[in-house]
């Protein structure tokens, strides 16, 4: 099994830039899908984005060309790079690793208000 860490949430004024990483410990993120998913208040859990173990990558529609997935191997972590902020991204952000069973982290909270 693994085990997900968030960090790098907070608040930010619309337009503005977060930088969130995932780190995982227990096992090589190399043998999973790894995600970002982000639940918003009242609203369900939804893929925010997804790297796959052999490198595709897919953005929800919403995010397409704001954010960027990237993933480091070696130091077995996953970020997500957020730019263009909106207050509409505002949600709990949640680390995912999918390889059969699915592991989460805690989430990160992120805010996006003037």
């Known amino acids: 099994q693994v085990q997900l860490v968030e960090s790098g949430g907070g608040l930010v004024q619309p337009g503005g830039s977060l930088r969130l990483s995932c780190e995982a410990s227990?096992?090589?993120?190399?043998?999973?899908?790894m995600a970002w998913h982000r639940q918003a208040p009242g609203k369900q859990r939804e893929l925010v984005a997804v790297i796959t173990s052999g490198g595709n990558i897919h953005y929800a529609t919403s995010v397409k060309g704001r954010f960027t997935i990237s993933k480091d191997n070696a130091k077995n972590t996953v970020d997500l790079q957020m730019n263009n902020l909106k207050p509409e991204d505002t949600a709990v952000y949640y680390c995912?690793?999918?390889?059969?069973?699915?592991?989460w982290g805690q989430g990160t909270q992120v805010t996006v208000s003037s």
């Open positions: 995912n690793a999918n390889g059969g069973i699915s592991y």
């Open positions: 227990g096992n090589s993120i190399t043998i999973y899908a």
